[in-house]
């Protein structure tokens, strides 16, 4: 969880590949020439980004693999560290534990980034609509370990800026707030104030990227606010929504850094095995045995990768020639 | 950043379609009013929601321990009140927060140093040439930025531990500077703001295909870059695990897994760590702002850029 943010900057910053002009650039096409001396500066070019793409991208995954299926000495293993890894008395938990957290997440996230990026692109006052958007990223800059601990604070009834609300909701102290039964909503709650910013924003720009035509066509034929939420702008949405979505549950998989500091800060109230990827940790760190660490590794790396590819193939969000 | 929007001259049309606009809706039939009545209602808790820790936070940082838990949460603590926290939070392991910051702001500077050198290039070479395996590490370069940075934090550390570089700087430094998205961000720029016959232009001129890069598209890229350089470094400041896996030694910390040891040593979370050395929850709150102050600084004074940036396009602006 520790990419949630960066992922969300990083993608409303992928906002600005769709929508642009392609007609330049296929006419431009034709006019570019494809000199031998160039084809070699185009090598020489990509190189540098070429080796770190191989060296921190491609080689660790692959000598991920390899740890996979062999066992500590190096011979060929199978499938016995993934056996080994899904036998674990903790890891259905951790999936468990993930699933309900994602549902949460993942509901919450597309209902109300929807519902507000709609409002806020409805407001006609002008400071307004633009205060608002800001009041809304700025939680972003807080990432990571940072807004963890901000929200320890926050959860804490005896110092919190909200008590009597926590308290309303019967949590007398930090302990209690952070009961693991809770977890999965607390974690939505700082997933949701630290990204859910960035994506409003996101959604703002394509609910501006409408035809102002088609909404003053809509306004004409008599439809309300609703019926053109509900008929024009979330249909028209549809790309950016299963971007967002595919976006989060690939990186609610990774679940780190939130169970993380909550076990830390909470004597172990909070298991240090929570989840995946914190068991995938303690295999390596704490039992030494980095085949097991590799199996999950993979196994998390396999899932965000076919959501990946899948979007990159399906979504048509990105320009891919 | 608007130079990447598809027709600048489409913003100003359709402001100068939509006059009606700019007349705040007073009248309205009381279903309307109702519904403005909610909606008002949603934005104020949504905002007081997202605003209520940030304040809380920076007000944290002016009080006692004793004021943070009988004072009024909104209170202005004093002056006196931070000074002593700022004293508290720097002399914590005799000024351990100083070499966090330092090598934090040297890991986010050079990796992003290294971002740049090698992605502008790359996403110029993308765009603007012809080579083989291109289309290959286009795509592979869109499948590995959509997927969570995390996912190969635990693979590159099994990797790094295999060549024995675990502890290093440069495992943090150059895992940091692989920024597919940085490459993707400048071949979309590249691709669609930089007119073709201009480098032509510039080639039939004698120039070679090195000054076309350097002395052509480079300066017309600045925008870019800086957006690159922006998400670059707030990426690598922000990051926890990497980090974290990487480094086990104190003094290579950098603030984000610093943040870890002061909270370790925080009576009031961890009832063991009471002793001369404990952390007081005003001085904790202080060392989450100066976590990530370098960013919210970034965030504060380049929103509008940022903004425009990241959906340009579709500005209303």
Known sequence: MTATVPDVEATIAAGVTPHLGRSPRRSGRASVRRSPVKNRMGYVFVSGYTVLMLVFGVFPALYALVLSVTTIDGSFAGFDNFAKVLGDYRFLPAVGHVAVYLAIWLVSLLVLVVLLALIVHAIRIRWLSTASRFVFYIPGALAGASSVMLWLFVLDPSVSPVGPLLEAFGFESFVQTINPANLPVVFTVIAFWTGAGGWIVIMYGALNNIPEEVMEAAKIDGANAVQTAVRIQLPMMRKWIAYMGIMSLAAGTQLFVEPQLLSQASNAVVANDYSLNQLAYLYAFQQNDFNGSAAISILLLVIALALSAFFVARGGLFEKD | ?317
């Open chain 2, 1 to 317: 950043m608007t130079a990447l929007s598809t027709a600048p001259g489409h913003v100003a049309d359709r402001a100068a379609a939509r006059p009606a606009r700019r007349s705040p809706a007073l009248r309205g039939t009381p279903g309307q009013w109702s519904g403005r009545f909610v909606v008002a209602l949603v934005l104020l808790a949504f905002g007081l929601f997202f605003a209520i820790p940030i304040v809380w936070l920076l007000l944290a940082t002016t009080k006692s321990p004793t004021d943070l838990i009988q004072n009024n949460p909104f209170s202005f603590g004093s002056l006196d009140g931070f000074a002593v926290n700022w004293n508290a939070l720097f002399a914590f392991q005799d000024g351990a927060v100083v070499g966090w910051l330092g090598n934090s702001a040297l890991y986010s500077v050079l990796a992003l140093v290294i971002t740049l050198v090698v992605s502008v290039p790359a996403g110029y070479a993308l765009a603007l040439t012809e080579f083989r395996l291109r289309r290959a590490l286009l795509v592979t370069t869109l499948v590995v930025m959509l997927i969570p940075n995390t996912a190969l934090v635990l693979p590159v550390f099994l990797e790094l531990n295999s060549v024995g570089l675990i502890g290093s700087p440069l495992a943090v430094i150059l895992p940091f500077s692989f920024f597919p998205f940085g490459v993707y961000l400048t071949y979309i720029y590249f691709n669609t703001s930089i007119p073709r016959d201009l480098l032509a232009a510039a080639r039939i001129d004698g120039c070679t295909e090195f000054g076309v890069f350097t002395r052509i598209a480079l300066p017309l890229a600045t925008p870019v870059v800086a957006l690159v350089a922006f998400f670059s470094f707030v990426q690598n400041w922000n990051n926890y695990f990497l980090p974290f896996v990487m480094l086990p030694a104190s003094d290579q910390y950098p603030m984000q897994v610093g943040l870890t040891s002061l909270l370790a040593s925080t009576p009031a979370f961890n009832p063991s760590s009471a002793g001369a050395a404990s952390v007081q929850l005003p001085t904790l709150a202080l060392a989450t702002i100066m976590s990530v102050l370098p960013v919210l600084i970034v965030f504060l004074f380049s929103q509008r850029f940022l903004v425009s940036g990241m959906t340009a396009g579709g500005t209303k602006e």
